[in-house]
């Protein structure tokens, strides 16, 4: 579903995810304009229909396109929210291949977000599911704050990751957490932890992000010497309240793969059976 996630916008200052309309428009295969604002107008009154106020999913803006021959042009478009995405996906021509793609991935998206605002009454796996996400969304811009710093090729980035974790795990690299975890070469270490261990992580990763940008951090030796100060000092709240240490936490029977295919499996099912429309 990269399609979707390459034309994701993010709000540097809420965290809020949204689309542009007119980006999705030819991804959706609507060679006109006109013709997915129809959609998009079906969409607004599904959201009305649950009672939900559409004016906050579906937000007219103005951007400037700058023309062949010099100049700027104002054309309206609409931010869309995740849900509001959802609803258009619904709402569409479901014989395009495209839009069944894309009912299933905002339809996971808006579940997702979901078990977010229900945190604490989740289940462990849920619970799994929503942090690993959150935590992916958080390594992206871990790795922008990163890359401003100096950290630019793939085996600097690696090295600056490493350092992270050996703050957090007393010294063990990435490798040695895959090999205390038995896994095997193509999995990924962070699809087989719990919401616990994910949690950790994922407070390591944002407050790195946060100092890296706060102190404009600059060098790939600073950088990576912040990522292993900000992980060490996690593991010692983690100490300091009595926590179980990361590399001693039990390593979960499903990994978070196994755990998406089923969630899509049941919004599969859920989609052709009618239970799809909200």
Not at 56 to 70: A, I, Q, R, T
């Amino acid at each position: 579903m990269d399609l979707f996630e390459n034309i994701k916008h993010i709000n540097p200052k809420s965290g809020v995810e949204y689309w542009f309309a007119r980006e999705l428009q030819p991804l959706f295969e609507y060679a006109e304009w006109r013709n997915f604002v129809l959609v998009v107008t079906k969409a607004k009154t599904a959201c009305e229909n649950v009672g939900v106020e559409p004016s906050l999913h579906f937000v007219d803006v103005n951007k400037s396109y700058k023309m062949p021959h010099g100049g700027f042009r104002e054309i309206g478009d609409i931010a869309l929210t995740r849900y509001a995405c959802y609803l258009i996906a619904q709402n569409g021509d479901s014989s395009k291949e495209v839009i069944a793609k894309a009912q299933t991935y905002f339809a996971i998206q808006t579940r997702r977000q979901e078990l977010a605002d229900k945190f604490p009454e989740l289940s462990e796996d849920e619970r799994r599911l929503s942090v690993r996400s959150e935590l992916a969304r958080h390594n992206t811009q871990l790795a922008e704050a990163a890359h401003a710093a100096g950290v630019i090729e793939s085996l600097d980035y690696a090295i600056f990751q490493n350092e992270g974790y050996k703050g957090l795990y007393g010294g063990l690299t990435a490798k040695d957490i895959h090999n205390r975890k038995k896994l095997k070469k193509t999995q990924q270490i962070l699809d087989h932890m719990g919401s616990t261990e994910l949690a950790a992580n994922l407070f390591r990763a944002t407050q790195t992000e946060e100092k890296l940008r706060k102190e404009d951090i600059k060098g790939k030796s600073k950088a990576n010497q912040t990522h292993y100060e900000v992980g060490k000092k996690v593991r010692k709240t983690i100490a300091d309240i009595g926590g179980t240490m990361p590399e001693n936490l039990p390593t979960p029977d499903k990994s978070i793969k196994q755990l998406e295919r089923e969630q899509q499996k049941k919004i599969l099912e859920n989609n052709s059976s009618g239970g799809g429309r909200r």
